[in-house]
């Protein structure tokens, strides 16, 4: 099947299925006497085993591990289970990280008036410095939680 067939069969876009074809995820495709990619069943059942990992977050360097677990019949699955719950963990801090982030944000709504005047302490605590002599690099670094410490005035 060409590669529009394959992209409506997998739920993966065209250009996905080239970019995942660039980089190595997946093998070239097969080319029909006229040059048009032509995919197999199986090409399909690859490209949903790596958009159902992209959907559970799976970075595409672990999409390449776990494609590397999938082929290997004597793998372990306590390799298997290691990556999920590693990706397992890492999502939690990112949900953290983005609730210390809202928490932040709703506490500077709460300091701002909201009327016309000029003052505003959001944009004041935007563009205060960072406290401690850290570098930008190392601000960015901080996580909400230390940020929302050291903004709160």
Known sequence: MNIGDASARSG?????????????????ARRTASGYRDYAEADIHMLRFIARARDLGFPVAEITDLLDLWRDTGRRSADVKALAQARVRELRQKIAH????????????RSCAGNDRPDCPILRSLEAPPRGGLSKTEDQAQSPTQFNGRIAS
């Not at 983005?98 to 709504?109: G, N, P």
């Open 12 to 28: 993966v876009s065209a250009k996905m299925i080239r970019y995942y074809e660039q980089i190595g995820l997946i093998p070239q």
């Open 98 to 109: 983005l609730q210390e982030m809202a928490t932040t944000l709703e506490d500077l709504a």
